[in-house]
């Protein structure tokens, strides 16, 4: 089942969405919620999708049950999405077109929202009455709501916790004598641990933590400012440095400077801002400095789409900055692997002392996910530094550290400056194993050899797709990032109705697994390329890695997410 | 108590590869002499440059150095010095690449204050592109890319690092290498961000703003009577005169950026790390999950 509030922006669409959540994983309910909203402070249609369902869910889906219309134009802008038998509660004043919803089958739920909340609140609680009538109807029971409600309020006081509570009791008992008995989809409480509800911004952040990511410069860009608001927002205890930068360039020279000088650093954007960091992607390239940016996609070019989905930018990560260099790029499905490549990262770049790239989406970094706690589990996260020198190894040094030493790996024992024994200088030209700049043409050669066999170690360790559904089947999608949540629910729903169809899903793109994705490609009877792009991307990766050719593309690049159903529909 | 270091200390073996006379040796020996004269071993300095003729300097140096990229020196120190707030960071960068390509950061360190040294090796020109006009070119300065002269006018460092918020700012003349090396230890001594804006002769390819040039017009503002560095009116009109050096202006006490960062406050995040990675103590994020519930 899924409910929909929509509204204008600055209605508090996404507070009531979220607390709408919150009341039903208490519940024990598993939801996804994905967020719908344009790039202005107020004014203009938001939306709040949240699935509900007993199982795990990893997708919003495109059937809407019961919709919360804040505003008139909500109803016309869902109409088709409302299943028949579904209904829309709406504040009495606004007007909405009965008439057409009716002829779909589709009940109309007027409710005195406003003059409830007047009544036993202030009118400003209009929200906290749609949500209690919308538990209603469903035969949910109120006391989620409540404890939703006190845990959020208690900030404001008790008076207010207070009103809220009369106003949800208000709403919720005149709801349910109107309209419950007409209305067929219930939900029922479950037996459940407590669950969190997290998407993948705050999983990354939850995982860059763990994995002892202590500094995090940024400039905030939709949707991945909430990464640098996260950690902002920590107790200080955890030692957590952040710094909002005057631009995306400081942004990213920052966390190379902290890493140079021996801190886990990170930054975070979106496209636009990891295009003007390209640059300095190659200076962490050349003096070898650990690095991990996280480019949260929206839709482009330029300023694009700024508050929507894509995955426009797969080949631009792959290739930003001049000339040649290893990095890595990790593209999470869900929000647990968010939080594994949050810490992985950060291993990964101190192994292989390179940029790595966490590739997410508007779409995976805000929408949110009901997960068991033990789901995000820090006795599974593990922090390896690579070949940074302790204090003692330094002391064992010979006089003269040559900071970038030829090596059969091609990695170089990494030393933090400000141990005497280590005093070195680096430079982004071309230099000796010592740092120093030098033209020379065998030392550019080894050099070059040097640093690109790091990518050819770091290969062996990128995780081949991973499969989900059958072994084998007449279908197969191939997709990546967070397209893996529509592609698993679209191949639940071919099985459903009686189709053979399973998945393949990218999350290690570079370097790019070749010899475990051809031989997995290899064994399918009929590929098809799901992607949130125009030019198929991933699809022209694999032939550019394997030779082989996918059979189909399925494309979508109007900022919306793929729903299931969408995916299901296309390949009809 | 400071022990004085041996100048020499820092000296390296490494070919230097500016051409005979450039005011970039002065630099050099300035810094050195710096250094040795605040007790700063090699070890425990981090000289942070950009690209150009002069951010060649910390590869002459020996003293940890990072050669960055063209105009970001002061973002990468920032990083490097919110990391390891030990370490002495300096960053040497010429007039193109801080006050041209890198102003923004120039701008916004000014009023960051963290405690940075910086000096300009300002020569009013591109001189390892051989010879474009810069920011700090004067108006009518004529060039490969500015043959009927230079229409803009010309880039004023003090002034506008006095209006972003600096709290240390001075000039210097490479003609005089002691002189610099005191305003550099000046720079250094300073709680805060400090500008040293250097000016510099470029032998090659400046014909107009010479070594005689500038001995013409450079006074010590120290020999001025009267004169008080903590004036910040007096200082305004001092950064628009030809040509004052020393120090111009300096505020004393000011609130310094690391200072008022809370996650430093019980450690750095390089020496939190080192503790991190022997004994991670990931129980401590446990709580951290009942935000999401």
């Known amino acids: 089942m899924s409910v929909l509030i929509g509204g204008d922006a600055g209605q508090g669409v996404e507070s009531s969405g979220a607390g709408l959540c919150q009341a039903f994983a208490r519940g024990g309910l598993q939801v996804f919620a994905m967020q719908d909203y344009r790039s202005r402070i107020r004014g203009g ?149 407590p669950r969190m509800l997290i998407n993948g911004n705050q999983a990354i952040s939850l995982g860059a933590l763990a994995g002892g990511c202590r500094f995090m410069s940024a400039y905030p860009m939709t949707p991945a400012t909430s990464i640098i608001e996260w950690l902002s927002a920590l107790p200080r205890e955890l030692g957590v440095v952040t710094k909002h930068a005057e631009d995306e360039i400081a942004a990213v020279c920052m966390a190379i400077g902290a890493s140079y000088a021996g801190a886990r650093a990170m930054t975070a954007t979106s496209g636009g801002g990891f295009s003007l960091m390209a640059e300095a992607l190659g200076l962490a390239g050349m003096t070898e400095v650990p690095l991990v940016v996280v480019e949260a996609q929206r839709g482009g070019p330029s300023t694009g789409l700024p508050t929507r989905t894509e995955q426009g930018d797969l080949l631009f990560v792959i290739n930003a900055s001049q000339g040649e260099f290893p990095r890595v790029v990790l593209a999470p499905g869900t929000v647990e692997e968010c939080f594994e490549a949050g810490w992985r990262a950060f291993n990964l770049a101190e192994r292989y002392q390179c940029p790595v790239i966490i590739l997410s989406d508007q779409f995976l970094a805000s929408s949110l996910r009901s997960l068991d706690k033990g789901a995000i589990d820090f006795s599974t996260v593990s922090i390896d530094r690579g070949q940074l020198l302790s204090a003692e190894d330094v002391e064992r040094l010979e006089d003269g550290y040559r900071r970038f030493a030829f090596s059969d790996s091609g990695i170089s024992p990494r030393a933090a400056p400000g141990h005497p024994k280590a005093v070195q200088a680096i430079s982004s030209d071309e230099h000796d194993e010592y740092g120093h700049i030098t033209e020379e043409i065998t030392n550019r050669q080894r050099m070059m050899d040097k640093r690109m066999r790091k990518l050819a170690a770091a290969a062996e360790e990128m995780r081949p797709p991973k499969r989900y559904g059958p072994q084998e089947a007449d279908l197969t999608l191939v997709c990546w990032g967070s397209s893996y949540g529509p592609c698993r629910e679209a191949v639940d729903l071919l099985k459903a109705s009686g189709g053979s169809a399973n998945l393949l899903h990218f999350s290690d793109l570079w370097p790019f697994p070749e010899d475990e994705a051809a031989r997995m490609l290899k064994a399918c009877r009929h590929t098809v390329a799901v992607e949130q792009n125009y030019t198929s991307q991933m699809a022209r990766l694999i032939r550019m890695c394997t030779g082989l050719s996918v059979d189909r593309t399925v494309n979508k690049y109007d900022g919306r997410p793929f729903s299931p159903e969408d995916i299901v529909a296309e390949l009809r | 108590m400071v022990t004085k270091m041996d100048a020499k200390t820092y000296d390296t073996t490494v070919e230097v590869t500016w051409c005979a006379g450039c005011g970039d040796y002065a630099i050099l020996k300035a810094l050195k002499l710096a250094l040795a004269e605040l007790g700063i071993a090699p070890h425990q300095v981090l000289l942070v440059s950009g690209i150009g003729c002069g951010s060649k300097l910390p590869d002459y140096t020996n003293a940890n150095g990072y050669m960055t990229i063209h105009g970001r020196p002061l973002a990468v120190a920032t990083g490097a010095k919110l990391a390891n707030p030990e370490l002495h960071v300096i960053v040497v960068n010429g007039d193109g690449d801080s006050y041209g390509i890198g102003c923004n950061h120039f701008v916004h360190t000014c009023r960051r204050n963290p405690d940075i040294t910086q000096i300009v090796e300002n020569n009013q020109i591109y001189g390892l592109t051989k010879g474009q006009y810069s920011p700090t070119s004067d108006a009518g300065f004529i060039t490969t890319t500015s043959p009927d002269g230079a229409i803009e006018a010309a880039f004023n460092p003090a002034a506008i690092a006095l209006a972003a918020g600096a709290t240390f700012i001075a000039r210097a003349f490479s003609g005089d290498p002691k002189h610099m090396a005191g305003v550099i230890a000046q720079g250094v001594r300073h709680r805060g961000y400090a500008l040293v804006d250097v000016l510099q002769p470029c032998v090659t390819f400046n014909r107009v703003n010479t070594y005689a040039w500038y001995r013409e017009r450079v006074y010590d503002l120290a020999e001025e009577e009267g004169y008080d560095p903590s004036d910040r009116t007096a200082a305004w009109h001092k950064a628009q005169e030809c040509i004052p050096v020393g120090v111009i202006y300096q505020v004393e006490g000011a609130p310094v950026y690391e200072d008022q960062v809370r996650a430093l406050a019980d450690g750095s995040p390089v020496s939190r790390l080192l503790e991190l990675a022997r004994a991670p103590a990931l129980g401590q994020y446990e709580s951290l999950k009942e935000r999401f519930v």
């Open chain 1, 45 to 193: 249609h938001n939306f709040y999708q949240i699935r509900l369902s007993e199982r795990a869910t990893y997708s919003h889906s495109s059937p809407v049950h019961l919709v919360l219309a804040l505003t008139a134009e909500t109803v016309p802008l869902h109409m088709d999405n409302i299943v028949e038998g579904g209904a829309v509660i709406y504040p009495e004043r606004v007007k909405v077109d009965e008439e057409a919803l009716k002829e779909r089958g589709v009940q109309c739920f007027a409710m005195p929202l406003v003059a409830i909340a007047e009544e036993h609140g202030s009118r400003i609680m209009t929200n906290t009455a749609a949500l209690a009538a919308a538990a209603s109807v469903c035969g949910w029971p109120l006391s989620y709501l409540e404890s939703v409600i006190r845990d959020n309020f208690q900030v404001k006081g008790a008076q207010v916790v207070e009103s809220n509570l009369a106003v949800a009791k208000a709403a919720y008992d005149q709801a349910q004598e109107r309209y419950a008995a007409a209305f067929s989809y219930k939900l029922k409480p479950l037996e459940a641990p």
